[in-house]
């Protein structure tokens, strides 16, 4: 319930914190557990997608290409994890978390002064 409110409001990183959730919790290996968090993941944009069209809060010329790009993505990054196995994907991860990180350090660091 929390990271679904959480995806709902803010958005980004809900699919890591799934992973976690999917790895802590339940034992699932990386693998496993970023597939299972993209197709939630999917799930939910859907509902937005689906929202904001009936209330025609979409800019298509945006949207558009953005959607095309997401799959293609998805599909090399599928293709590669699937090649790769799961000791490749728990390694990509932890480099973009620590990416993120390190990221948002920053960004706090040069706001403080």
């Known amino acids: 319930m929390t ?4 995806d709902g409001f803010f958005g ?3 699919g890591s914190f ?3 959730v999917f790895i802590g919790i339940f034992g ?3 693998l496993t557990a970023s597939a299972s968090a993209k197709l939630i993941n999917f799930a939910t ?3 937005a997608m689906l929202y904001f ?3 025609n809060n979409i800019l298509y010329s945006l949207a558009i290409p953005m959607a095309v790009f997401n799959v293609l993505g998805s599909l090399a990054g599928t293709r590669l994890a699937i090649l790769k196995g799961g000791r490749f994907v728990r390694i990509v991860f ?5 990416g993120m990180i390190l990221k948002l350090a920053y960004a706090t660091i040069r706001l403080s002064f």
């Open 3 to 6: 990271i679904g409110f959480y």
């Open 12 to 14: 980004p990183g809900t």
């Open 18 to 20: 799934l992973s976690f």
């Open 28 to 30: 699932f290996n990386f």
């Open 45 to 47: 944009n859907l509902s």
């Open 53 to 55: 069209s009936f209330t």
């Open 94 to 98: 932890l480099v973009v978390v620590a």
